[in-house]
């Protein structure tokens, strides 16, 4: 989630007229560099002498250590490298890969046999077995700890122990996701976490490669290689998180030379940073139609809208390039449910007009429901978005609520709008959390006829990957001819860093500590 | 005396009690911490489970009453956000922010009574001039935009500060002297009116013809009698830099301070914080107002609290 301010707006603004102003704008010159090491000399660690410690700046600060609690994307920041699952995900294809778990294979439908890693040992030293594997999952999907993350769990039954080597966890029926889930689980120490309940917010103990030494509430977070874990040695030693909220002040950081690694860079930055590493992040932008009554039930008014928007433009003019047009789908290759066969409505006024005078649209009021500070850019996403409607000739009245009338109206079926504006972020890269979101009928955002349910209830049990993804390109395909929504742009994640750090960003917006390198 | 002090500081009860009524009611009114808290992808039957979990299910006046008790027996409740007594997280913020707060005041005011003496000594001197235009300058600049240029300039271009951070008095100096503009632009602004009216009065011409040195005169007289003028005004700024200021000064400096966390909870919708900080921030206005109203006597012998 994307804290995004009028003030940082005003200040991008301002910081860029001050940046031309102090003729600093443009590349980084050899004296940037010079500059760098006279901060380097005053410092009390001479980083750039070892370069074993990497220093990065996150958003804000991590709400907790209790991995397993909140939905915290800065707490992940921190805690991907200290903790694992019994499986993981591969940042670059989306895959799950062995972690704590060396197999993963089903038995029936609704059964799953697990072989646990032998040898693992906890940052305290403790062993890692079956015992920890029960603990931890029955901790994440209980009531007693009602995490907020604990949706992607639902589908689990029960666990048990067949010995110390192996698990056996239960679904309540077939969940074709379940590996995928169990990269989001994270195993803790069952020990340590009886022992110590008080301690659970402030330290982590994991198998992770790396460990968490210490947390200066408010200032930093660090954490260190561990020499005993079971997988490969990272290279990076040493990292240290600090939180800059303010993105302006971030840049300027990393400029000083105060920090190596920065998240969450903005465009309009980019010029000024010294390296920018960039992927295509999770959230893709889109604009729900309403499809089961109004003026916008006609499906050719919900073409002509789709004709009728720029995506390109939005891109190019909005996010300066950083963003890329979503593919008639609001899924990136790789997630379950891809359609390769789709693309981009194109942008075609002439043929909007065209389908709207075919379906005797007459300048009959749209409702345009929007919100604007939630993700980055999403207000000036909006206007432009309604601008390019009314060209040709939509005529569309745009209401921008707070993000919680905005939520509210998100979620009533019985009083959709006829546009509602929002960003969607798919964090288990499968089609169903989205169509059972914005299409299934009975899931908390659709305002489409349930011509599809039974499709998506039958891909949901479907335990053949091929036949399951079939299923979803097929609903993918009906909701792109019959639209259910515009899908618009997927905003790029920019990561800025000096030229010293090797780190390809993953596809996962994981931030992943192990694999960075220091030259 | 002391029975003032007592009623004063039952006032200051009820003061901190209706602050912290009034951030129940609309935090309640306003927000829904559980769309905030969950995803936008989660079921309908999540949202149902967190908010039964966080009690907001419940009636308005037994969730008002659960936390008033709560309260009287100095439990603040958890943070939803961070998982620990919210009391306790507020409090850890209370250092830095004390920190700055301090720094940036003292510079602030050492400043600006010289400055808006000298200037009303002399009205319409060039010194009164620069004066007058430098402090309306202070209470117009933007201070988050005054800070990121300072930051450009001091950090970024001339590596003499951080540009953001906590631990050492490099660290300190570029927040508290961006902080310290506006109070010091808005006191000096008022020593000055406060002093030209003194020196106007009866009493310093019979001070003057009794041949008293222009120091002792200025100083002795005038400054003390514009001491309570001078000493509400500075109060009134300490308190408007804790519980305004410091929030945006904070978060463009990453600053761990209370002002940060405010912002941070307000985004997280974690009400328990919310009125935590509150509930401290309003404690300690209530006390400076206070200490400030103890002081006038000091300037003004006919002020008594009996």
């Known amino acids: 989630m994307r804290k995004f301010t009028v003030v940082t707006l005003f200040l991008m603004f301002v910081l860029s007229v001050g940046l031309i102003l102090s003729g600093c704008g443009g590349s980084v010159s050899d004296k940037q560099v010079d500059k760098n090491s006279k901060v380097q000399e005053q410092q009390e660690t001479p980083q750039q002498k070892t370069r074993d410690t990497v220093r990065i700046a996150i958003p804000s600060e991590p709400s907790t250590m209790d991995v397993q609690y909140p939905d915290d994307g800065n707490m992940r920041a921190v805690t991907e490298n200290v903790a ?42 403790s ?42 966890i239960t679904t309540k029926g077939a969940d074709p996701n379940f590996k995928v889930r169990l990269t989001l689980l994270k195993i803790m120490n069952k020990e340590w976490v009886e022992a110590n309940p008080d301690q659970v917010p402030l330290q982590l103990i994991g198998t992770g ?120 789908q609001v899924f990136k290759p790789g997630y379950i449910g891809y359609n390769p066969d789709l693309a981009p409505y194109p942008y075609d006024p002439e043929k909007a007009k065209e389908l709207m005078a075919e379906a005797g649209y007459n300048g009959e009021k749209l409702e345009f429901v929007g919100e604007r500070g939630r993700w980055l850019k999403d207000g000036e996403q909006i206007e432009a978005i309604a601008q390019m409607l009314r060209a040709v000739g939509f005529n569309v009245e745009v209401k921008m609520l707070s993000f919680q009338q905005w939520l509210r109206v998100l979620f009533d079926r019985e009083r959709s709008p006829d546009m509602i504006f929002t960003f969607h972020s798919n964090d288990i890269f499968d089609a169903d959390r989205t169509f059972g979101t914005y299409v299934y009928t009975k899931g908390p955002g659709s305002s489409y ?47 800025g860093m000096h030229d010293y750090v090797e780190y390809e960003p993953r596809q996962d917006m994981r931030l992943a500590v192990y694999e960075m390198k220091l030259k | 005396m002391y029975k003032y002090i007592f009623i004063r500081l039952i006032n200051a009860i009820i003061v901190v009690c209706g602050v912290s009524l009034l951030v129940f009611v609309l935090t309640r009114t306003i927000g829904n911490p559980v769309d905030v808290m969950l995803p936008i992808e989660a079921s309908i039957a999540e949202r149902v489970k967190l908010t039964h979990q966080l009690g907001l299910d419940k009636p308005f006046l037994i969730q008002l009453w659960a936390y008033f008790s709560g309260v009287a027996q100095g439990d603040f409740g958890l943070s939803w956000w961070q998982r620990q007594p919210a009391l306790t997280v507020a409090l ?55 800070g990121l240029m300072l930051i450009i300039v001091f950090a970024v271009k001339l590596g003499w500060f951080y540009t953001s951070g906590y631990g050492t008095w490099r660290h300190l100096v570029l927040p508290a002297v961006t902080l310290s503009v506006l109070p010091l632009g808005r006191i000096t602004q008022m020593v000055r009116s406060a002093m030209l009216d003194q020196l106007q009065q009866q009493y310093i011409v019979t001070a003057r013809s009794k041949g008293l040195a222009e120091w002792v005169v200025v100083v002795r007289h ?39 966390l405010v912002v941070e909870s307000i985004n997280q919708q974690d009400f328990p914080l919310l009125q935590a900080l509150t509930f401290v921030i309003a404690s300690i206005i209530s006390l400076l107002n206070l200490v400030i109203d103890l002081t006038y006597p000091f300037f003004d012998p006919r002020i008594k609290y009996d």
């Open chain 1, 84 to 125: 694992e699952g019994l499986l993981a995900m591969d940042g670059q294809s989306l895959k799950p890969i062995p972690a704590l778990a060396t197999e993963v294979t089903p038995t029936n439908e609704t059964t799953w046999r697990i072989k646990l890693r032998q040898g693992v040992k906890f940052h305290n030293g």
């Open chain 2, 222 to 260: 005038a400054l003390k009698n514009a001491g309570v003028t001078i000493v509400t005004i500075s109060g009134w700024e300490l308190g408007r830099m804790m519980a305004g200021y410091t929030v945006v000064i904070e978060v463009v400096f990453g600053w761990p301070g209370l002002g940060q």
């Open chain 1, 209 to 328: 490669p790396y460990k968490l030494t210490e947390w200066k509430r408010g200032q930093s977070i660090t954490i260190e290689a561990n020499e005993n874990y079971w997988g490969p040695q990272p290279a990076v030693k040493t990292a240290i998180y600090r939180f800059i909220e303010e993105d302006a002040t971030r840049a300027q950081a990393l400029k000083a030379g105060e920090i190596d690694v920065a998240t969450n860079m903005l465009p309009e930055y980019v010029s000024d940073l010294p390296k920018v590493k960039t992927v295509d992040g999770l959230e893709f932008s889109l604009l729900r139609l309403n499809a089961i009554k109004g003026v916008m039930k006609d499906v050719r008014l919900r073409q002509a809208a789709s004709y009728a928007v720029d995506k390109r433009a939005l891109a190019e003019a909005l996010y300066q390039g950083y963003a890329t047009v979503a593919q008639g």
């Open chain 2, 92 to 146: 850890e913020r209370l250092p830095a922010t004390f920190l700055l707060l301090v720094t940036s005041f003292l510079l602030a005011f050492t400043l600006a009574v010289p400055l808006g003496v000298l200037a009303a000594i002399k009205p319409k001197s060039l010194l009164d001039k620069i004066c007058s235009t430098g402090s309306l300058l202070g209470v117009c600049l933007p201070n988050f935009w005054l």
């Open chain 1, 449 to 495: 006829p349930d011509t599809l349910d039974a499709k998506i209830e039958s891909a949901r049990k479907e335990m053949d990957l091929e036949k399951r993804s079939q299923l979803y390109r097929e609903i993918g395909q009906a909701i792109y001819d019959d639209p259910a929504w515009i899908s618009l742009i997927n905003i790029q994640d920019i990561y």
């Open chain 1, 127 to 168: 062993p890692f077995n079956a015992d920890d594997v029960v603990f931890s999952v029955r901790r994440q999907i209980s009531d007693e700890l009602n995490s907020d993350i604990r949706g992607y769990w639902e589908s689990f039954d029960a666990i048990e122990k067949i010995s110390d080597e192996e698990v056996q």
